[in-house]
């Protein structure tokens, strides 16, 4: 399974473009990336996920090399509710038999100040 | 929407109780997970279990047990609880699918262990 890497912490201003990038140099051809957010005391909830080239739904968009070896999410215009660990998360998620593992690393801590 | 719904957000637990933590999806998911969650150690796997009754141990399977006898209900179980369990733990949920499968959280029971 690919490890990530990504910046411990990261500040922005409301209304600003916030860039994250992972590093997953291991990755492998059925990997995916997805990103995920977690707020204090709750769970960590889907953002986004691609393959290759680029992804944007209604809240981010994901930008993958044509090696795949990094990816950038990218959040348009943060608010101050957009403060709260993002995790990048690699691996070819399927339920095969005999289960898979997933590795999460520490994630980024964004913090959006007014 | 899917829902994972872990049974109780804030419990304390004196030390060599047995804990129960209880967690139920509703999208007929078939493989579950229980991560703890500590300040700067991320996400940590503890198990995962693929069908009913099939289990298999994550990074930190010590000190821990699961029970999985319907496939909506994945149980961890604190056979005697230690202080250094005091954490936040999180079930998850994802299906058996090829490709970009996304892990769906539950809200998180945090654990005191006094």
């Known amino acids: 399974l690919a490890k990530t890497t990504q910046p411990i912490s990261m500040d922005s201003y409301e209304g600003q473009e916030v860039n994250i990038t992972c590093s997953h140099n291991?990755?492998?051809?059925?990997?995916?990336i997805t990103w995920y957010q977690q707020f204090p005391s709750q769970g960590p909830r889907f953002i986004i996920q691609?393959?290759?080239t680029k992804v944007t739904n209604e809240v981010a968009s994901l930008f993958i090399p044509a090696d795949r070896k990094s990816s950038t999410l990218s959040l348009p215009r943060v608010s101050l509710s957009d403060t709260a660990v993002y995790y990048c998360?690699?691996?070819?998620?399927?339920?095969?038999?005999?289960?898979?593992?997933?590795?999460f690393g520490a994630g980024t801590r964004l913090f959006v100040k007014a | 929407d899917v829902k994972v719904t872990q049974s109780s957000r804030y419990l304390v637990k004196r030390t060599g109780e047995k804990v129960f933590l209880e967690c139920v999806q509703d999208?007929?998911?078939?493989?579950m997970f229980w991560y703890r969650q500590d300040p700067g150690l991320g996400l940590r796997l503890i198990y995962f279990?693929?069908?009913?009754?099939?289990?298999e141990k994550g990074d930190i399977p010590e000190g821990y047990s699961v029970s999985r006898e319907k496939k909506e209900r994945f149980s961890l179980i604190l056979e005697s609880a230690s202080t250094n369990q005091t954490s936040m733990y999180l079930c998850?949920?994802?299906?058996?699918?090829?490709?970009?499968?996304?892990?769906?959280f539950g809200e998180g029971s945090w654990l005191t262990v006094v």
């Open positions: 998850a949920s994802t299906p058996h699918r090829d490709g970009g499968n996304t892990i769906y």
């Open positions: 291991n990755i492998a051809t059925n990997d995916y």
């Open positions: 691609g393959y290759k």
């Open positions: 998360l690699v691996g070819d998620m399927r339920g095969n038999t005999g289960g898979f593992k997933t590795i």
């Open positions: 999208m007929d998911h078939e493989n």
């Open positions: 279990s693929y069908d009913v009754k099939m289990k």
